[in-house]
């Protein structure tokens, strides 16, 4: 049986990086789904592509899937994001029955060691913002799953994303390190990506502010953002190995 991490990707190639440092001792397989079109329908370079000589030490492990046939007019984000999500399968068929395959967002990272024991499920996640320690204490996150080959031949993998909730909860399942970067790109993402009701004046206005202030990006939390401490809480070890080099993933507390 073997492993094979699967996600999206938009334009975060530092999330793209730090996805596969932690996972490479773990996953035989990486298949990376690019669209030469973003959900809103604009046409986009192929980040990957253009920078594959960053990710070198994977050339042999990565599965690049480009999707050149995103839906054109007169259909919703919804139904692009969706579309490239299935997409993935283009990248899986060399796959036999019984490989275990994760499906995640890029910015959903599982634990290696649940991913090392063949933990099958949905994987909860701790929900940082804007920063690796920045914790979101009140989400309850589930957002990789890890479901059976043949299941996904049968699903498809938008549906096994819709079903994450529904298989056996992996409870020390990894992180999900959501818009870890600057505010121009996160302003980007929410005009661009399906999630329509947060593309919002008010949101953007209020960005900057609730970033700097380790407030919940849409308002939807109250509680502010919990700083933890990198080295002695559930953090990836090689982003605990690596502290100099992800310097601005880290925020402190505010003072």
Not at 87 to 109: P, T, Y
Not at 206 to 226: I, M, S, V, Y
């Amino acid at each position: 049986m073997k492993r094979i991490d699967t996600s999206m990707l938009w334009n975060d190639l530092n999330m793209l990086e730090l996805r596969l440092n932690i996972l490479d001792p773990v996953m035989d397989m990486f298949v990376i789904c690019e669209s030469d079109t973003d959900h809103s329908g604009n046409k986009k370079p192929l980040f990957y592509a253009d920078n594959q000589s960053r990710f070198a030490a994977w050339k042999d492990k990565i599965n690049y899937v480009v999707v050149a046939d995103m839906p054109g007019p007169g259909v919703s984000k919804w139904q692009r994001e969706f579309h490239q999500r299935n997409a993935i399968m283009r990248g899986l068929n060399k796959c036999k029955a019984n490989d275990l395959v994760f499906l995640s967002d890029l910015d959903e990272i599982p634990d290696p060691e649940a991913v090392a024991v063949n933990s099958y499920g949905g994987y909860h996640q701790v929900y940082a913002l804007y920063y690796a320690n920045a914790i979101c204490t009140t989400e309850n996150w589930t957002g990789t799953a890890a479901m059976y080959y043949s299941q996904c031949q049968q699903l498809g993998m938008q549906r096994v994303r819709e079903n994450r909730h529904a298989l056996p909860v992996v409870p020390i399942g990894g992180w999900h390190f959501a818009y870890m970067t600057s505010p121009e790109k996160i302003h980007e993402k929410i005009r661009t990506f399906a999630h329509t009701e947060w593309d919002k004046p008010d949101i953007h206005a209020a960005l900057e502010t609730r970033r700097n202030n380790l407030q919940d990006l849409f308002g939807a939390h109250a509680k502010p953002l919990q700083v933890q401490n990198i080295a002695t809480g559930y953090f990836p070890k090689y982003l605990k190995d690596n502290l100099g080099k992800y310097a601005d993933y880290i925020t402190r507390e505010i003072s």
